[in-house]
């Protein structure tokens, strides 16, 4: 379909989506950037944030993120993940747990802070999106 474009979003555990899509925003490490039809190459880092997808049907998909890389060219995106989760997947309760426990460990001045730290990023993250575009 002429001004779209053919996206995948690969995590180690297999193909989290791919289809024809019109647009791609993505949370590149020095900021969000969107990619359509005829995007000039690039190649970027992907911080911990959300995709939004919207494919040739018009349909808006989410995406949670865990940092990773992306590549545009000749129309062609591939997002390498090493996590990525549809806002429809997430669990609620366990997002809410990854959180306490994050927040636990940083209180309690645990050595593992830094990776703390991006366990209380990533499991915000899943929150906020599926605040923001989840079922109910």
Same mark, same amino acid.
Request: charged share 30%; aromatic share 6%; hydrophobic share 40%.
């Given at each position: 379909?002429?001004?779209?474009?053919?996206?995948?979003?690969?995590?180690?555990?297999?193909?989290?989506?791919?289809?024809?899509?019109?647009?791609?925003?993505? %949370?590149?490490? @020095?900021? @969000?950037?969107?990619?359509?039809?005829?995007?000039? %190459?690039?190649? @970027?880092?992907?911080?911990?944030g959300s995709v939004r997808i919207?494919?040739?049907?018009?349909?808006?998909?989410?995406?949670?993120? @865990? =940092?990773?890389?992306?590549?545009?060219?000749?129309?062609?995106?591939?997002?390498?993940?090493?996590?990525?989760?549809?806002?429809?997947?997430?669990?609620?309760?366990?997002?809410?747990?990854?959180?306490?426990?994050?927040?636990? =460990?940083?209180?309690?001045?645990? %050595?593992?802070?830094?990776?703390?730290?991006?366990?209380?990023?990533?499991?915000?993250?899943?929150?906020?999106?599926?605040?923001?575009? =989840? %079922?109910?």
């Amino acid at each position: 379909m002429a001004n779209t474009f053919h996206a995948q979003i690969l995590t180690p555990n297999g193909k989290v989506f791919e289809g024809e899509v019109f647009g791609a925003k993505v %949370p590149g490490t @020095s900021g @969000s950037f969107e990619m359509k039809f005829n995007h000039a %190459p690039i190649i @970027s880092t992907i911080d911990i944030g959300s995709v939004r997808i919207i494919t040739r049907d018009l349909e808006e998909h989410h995406f949670a993120v @865990s =940092g990773g890389f992306v590549e545009m060219n000749n129309n062609k995106m591939t997002l390498l993940a090493e996590a990525a989760e549809h806002v429809k997947n997430i669990d609620k309760d366990r997002a809410i747990r990854a959180k306490d426990r994050a927040l636990r =460990g940083i209180n309690e001045k645990k %050595p593992e802070r830094e990776d703390l730290n991006l366990a209380l990023k990533r499991a915000q993250n899943r929150l906020k999106l599926l605040a923001k575009y =989840g %079922p109910g």
